[in-house]
């Protein structure tokens, strides 16, 4: 067939799907809380936004536990319709995910999939009715809530709910902020919420916490980079392993982050960034068209925003912590420009997003600004100290999940690749956090389902061997430089900290050369290369990173920045030798690309041969 025809047919396709029927509908359907055995309804709205009449031919659900009935089988154009879906609360128990599918007529996707959810509550006995809950991880007299359409004012809402104010989080995703009145404690608060018809989901407002332990002239001191085995510090074991690093400056000779002169976009979600340091003042992204975290236009955005729910003001720079600035240099500090040390992504744009409260409400917030403004990245150097898969219980009759929703929807939701710190405590990673990722073989042994964008952090030492308060398990997906890391601090300042918070920016900075690299990668070819592409080093056992299929029993992976870049420098063919026959030949000559895509060849056949 002839390109010119090829070309006629699929415009003719075009422009009879442009004028056709098309069904617009909602990719996910939310449950909320459910007490078990209850019979529950939630609607679904369906819209024709095509030209023609719509015809839905039947629904199809995944399970028993669902029903579904349509109130309207064919749509004129611009006409909507509900789908009614009835969960049977008694089919299933603790948190699930179904499907369901919808049939029409509609040319461009003849089936339609949404994905159900919700959490149903386990009954109990009544005998811990009044046990008591610590709620010191907690923000004070706050609540998230989520509910399925905010129908009213903010002011309205909370004053129905018995709280004294509400402000929203999260408008797409229906999450709440409410402000308890004074006489009501956090679990009190969930217990009457969990209960009410409009609320699907109650939970605190978690506060986390830091993962950190209190021709560049100081690129020497970056052993993480290039490791020559120089002391770091003093000490017995002060002196490094030669070789025991990323290979960075291999990496470097393949690319420093950039692709066409645009580096990828990393947001240090942290407690703020000093963008005006000599190392980052020409490093950070440009805020000036920005969005806000409903992908609203805001404009005028400083490199990033504050969404510390303590401060009137919007501008990420830190007030006193250097945390953020330490690890926004370890990714991408200035290089080659004579002064300090030089980030591993050097041509990597740095988006500040601050927190001074590290709080769930303010870090929903920032994933979803990063998400709307481009971050290809997000850097998450925090943690919280115990589980989030908490419960309470109602009345001593149903054991209630309060777990940190909202921020595991946030991150799920987050389009790019989400890199977290595993911790300082010496201690195996459970999977009972939201930095658990779906890996190679194991389960999530927790409350929540595996992410497939998560990658999880843990840190070495200049020993090449694990930090001995790094966290560990299968859980932990590679361990990175995070020991006596020399980075950037405020005021113009360099500063050597440890910790997982280290570590995490070391992968983040990594996966940015690779995107630099290879743009069109998807996040989980990334995290695959990130993964593939570490080193096996010698660790006790069992302080594993990985699968022992992997790299052994009493190994662990550890970051390399190479090895990834190496395997994506897959050579160029530039002449091609086509045979004929035993006696003729033909050079094929590499025509480049049309416009950046599909590559193409140019050759003259042999004399008698066309």
């Not at 018809?197 to 690129?219: C, G, I, K, S, T």
């Not at 006790?540 to 992976?557: E, H, Q, R, V």
Request: a negative charge; glycine letters at 10%.
């Amino acid at each position: 067939m002839s390109n010119w025809l090829r070309i006629a047919m699929f415009a003719s396709l075009a422009a009879l799907s442009a004028h056709a029927q098309r069904l617009v509908v909602d990719g996910a359907l939310d449950f909320g809380l459910v007490t078990a055995d209850l019979r529950v309804e939630r609607q679904l709205r369906l819209r024709n936004a095509g030209k023609k009449p719509l015809r839905i031919s039947r629904v199809q659900v995944s399970c028993g536990c669902l029903a579904a009935e349509l109130k309207n089988e064919r749509l004129a154009p611009g006409e909507e319709t509900l789908l009614v879906i009835q969960l049977d609360a008694s089919q299933v128990s603790g948190h699930f995910e179904r499907s369901l599918r919808i049939v029409s007529n509609d040319l461009e996707q003849a089936g339609h999939f949404v994905r159900i959810r919700g959490e149903v509550a386990v009954a109990t006995g009544p005998s811990q009715a009044t046990e008591a809950v610590d709620e010191s991880g907690w923000r004070p007299r706050e609540v998230l809530i989520k509910v399925a359409a905010p129908m009213r004012s903010m002011a309205d809402l909370a004053c129905d709910l018995q709280c004294d104010s509400g402000a929203s989080v999260h408008r797409a995703g229906g999450w709440i902020c409410l402000t308890l009145k004074d006489d009501e404690s956090v679990t009190a608060a969930l217990r009457r919420l969990s209960k009410h018809a409009e609320v699907l989901y109650a939970q605190p407002n978690y506060v986390y916490e830091p993962r950190e332990v209190p021709n560049d002239p100081d690129f020497g001191i970056q052993w993480a980079l290039q490791n020559t085995g120089q002391a770091i510090g003093t000490g017995q074991n002060a002196q490094g392993v030669p070789g025991a690093d990323m290979q960075v400056l291999a990496a470097w000779e393949l690319n420093q982050g950039a692709s066409g002169g645009n580096g990828a976009i990393v947001a240090v979600l942290d407690n703020g960034v000093d963008y005006t340091h000599p190392e980052l003042n020409g490093q950070m992204w440009d805020g000036t068209n920005c969005l806000d975290h409903n992908g609203d236009p805001l404009g005028d955005c400083i490199h990033g925003y504050d969404y510390s729910t303590s401060l009137g003001d919007t501008d990420p720079m830190p007030v006193s912590s250097d945390h953020g600035t330490h690890v926004a240099g370890v990714i991408g500090a200035a290089a080659n420009n004579g002064i300090g040390i030089a980030g591993i992504a050097p041509n990597t744009k740095i988006m500040a997003v601050r927190s001074s409260n590290y709080s769930s409400v303010d870090f929903v917030k920032g994933i979803y600004f990063a998400a709307h403004n481009g971050a290809t990245v997000i850097n998450a150097s925090w943690g919280y100290a115990a589980s989030t898969c908490q419960t309470i219980r109602d009345e001593g009759q149903t054991t209630l999940p309060i777990g940190d929703r909202a921020l595991y929807d946030a991150i799920a939701d987050f389009p790019g690749l989400f890199v977290g710190a595993a911790g300082n405590s010496n201690r195996e990673h459970n999977g009972s956090s939201w930095f658990d990722s779906t890996d190679y073989g194991h389960t999530v042994a927790g409350c929540w389902d595996a992410l497939p964008n998560v990658f999880n952090v843990g840190a070495s030492d200049n020993h090449d061997t694990r930090w001995t308060s790094s966290d560990w398990g299968l859980y932990v997906d590679i361990l990175a430089p995070g020991k006596s890391i020399y980075s950037l601090s405020v005021d113009e300042k360099y500063v050597q900290k440890s910790g997982t918070s280290m570590a995490a920016p070391q992968a983040a900075a990594v996966a940015a050369l690779i995107w630099g690299f290879r743009p069109e990668l998807t996040v989980a070819d990334v995290r695959e290369y990130l993964f593939q592409g570490g080193e096996c080093i010698a660790t006790t056992s069992p302080y594993f990173t990985s699968d022992d299929a992997y790299c052994g029993a009493g190994f662990a992976k550890r970051l390399n920045a190479y090895r990834p870049l190496a395997t994506l420098d897959t050579p160029t063919v530039t002449k091609l030798r086509a045979y004929t026959d035993s006696t003729l030949t033909v050079e094929i000559t590499d025509g480049g690309a049309i416009d950046g895509g599909q590559p193409y060849w140019t050759w003259d056949p042999p004399q008698g041969q066309g």
